[in-house]
């Protein structure tokens, strides 16, 4: 369970950092290039992980 500031942080940036990896080379592959692939994916990224996090808070 998410306890302080840090470890909400920490998950974000986990999960920005998985969007860059895993959307951002998707976009990649789909020739996707009109934005820079990698910062759209850690955008999308850290909005999912937020969402996530908050998700969790309300049905726990």
């Known amino acids: 369970m998410i ?6 942080g920490y998950m ?3 999960f920005a ?3 860059a990896i ?7 592959a789909l ?3 009109r934005w820079h692939p ?3 994916g850690a955008a999308m990224g850290a909005l999912l ?3 996530l996090i908050e ?5 726990t």
């Open 49 to 51: 992980g937020v969402a």
């Open 3 to 8: 306890i302080n500031d840090f470890e909400i």
């Open 12 to 14: 974000v940036i986990v």
């Open 31 to 33: 020739h996707l290039d």
């Open 55 to 59: 998700a969790v808070a309300l049905i």
């Open 17 to 19: 950092l998985l969007g």
């Open 22 to 28: 895993l959307l951002g080379g998707l976009l990649s």
């Open 38 to 40: 990698q910062m759209l």
